[in-house]
């Protein structure tokens, strides 16, 4: 299974992004999909997470009210909008597809991973 994340790039404080990430190389309506973000010395953090049908997502706290992820499963496609963005966003964006959908916001829960896309927010 192969992910590629895409759509990053650099945007002024209070604008927006959406990031795209296709799977390939698997069922991809099988998986429950994640997105998570590293920031420039830190550790990889939870942004948020879909289940195999869209039906039902999770944030981590820095996301509420401000992201949106979705899923195509005839593209498959899983998306996060990102609006209101800010300095603190800034970071390499990952997402991962999870087979056993438990911990979400857990890495280790998550069976394979993209190469990521940079995002930076300018103030």
């Known amino acids: 299974v192969q992910l590629q994340a895409s759509g990053g790039g650099l945007v002024q404080s209070g604008g927006s992004l959406r990031l795209s990430c296709d799977v390939s190389?698997?069922?991809?309506?099988?998986?429950?999909m994640g997105w998570f973000r590293q920031p420039p010395g830190k550790e990889r953090e939870f942004v948020a997470a879909?289940?195999?049908?869209?039906?039902?997502?999770a944030y981590g706290d820095s996301a509420v009210g401000r992201f949106t992820i979705s899923r195509k499963n005839a593209k498959n496609t899983v998306y996060l909008q990102m609006n209101s963005l800010e300095p603190e966003d800034t970071a390499i964006y990952y997402c991962?597809?999870?087979?056993?959908?438990?911990?979400?916001?857990?890495?280790?829960?998550?069976?394979?991973w993209g190469r990521g896309t940079q995002v930076t927010v300018s103030s």
């Open positions: 991962a597809a999870d087979l056993y959908g438990s911990d979400w916001a857990a890495v280790d829960e998550y069976d394979y």
């Open positions: 190389g698997g069922d991809f309506s099988r998986y429950d």
């Open positions: 879909v289940n195999w049908n869209g039906g039902t997502t």
